[in-house]
């Protein structure tokens, strides 16, 4: 069975195409392959409310699933550079699997 909830999902989602788009764009780390962060862009929901307003309203004003540039505009950006550091420097990324 899929965990969490459509909410939860979609969490997820934005989180893992957020790091991954962060980390090619800033870092020039290709932490997962082309067509998985392609499909993963097409899977983003954004008229889903997931609980962070300021968030919500980036992934629904920015977001494209066409381009990681979106990320540039991301208002967490630091928050993001922080989980790379944290999961994908110690290569310890089954949390996101």
Known sequence: MAWGNKTEKERKRRIKVSIAAYAY?????????DHEFDQLCLEINPKINTGNRKLDIFF????????????????EKEKLKDLYERYYKNDSTSWIE
């Not at 764009?25 to 392959?33: G, R, T, V």
């Not at 629904?60 to 208002?75: A, D, M, Q, R």
């Open 25 to 33: 764009e800033f870092l020039a780390d290709s932490i997962m392959p």
């Open 60 to 75: 629904k004003n920015e977001f494209s699933p066409s381009t990681g540039y979106w990320v540039h505009l991301h208002p």
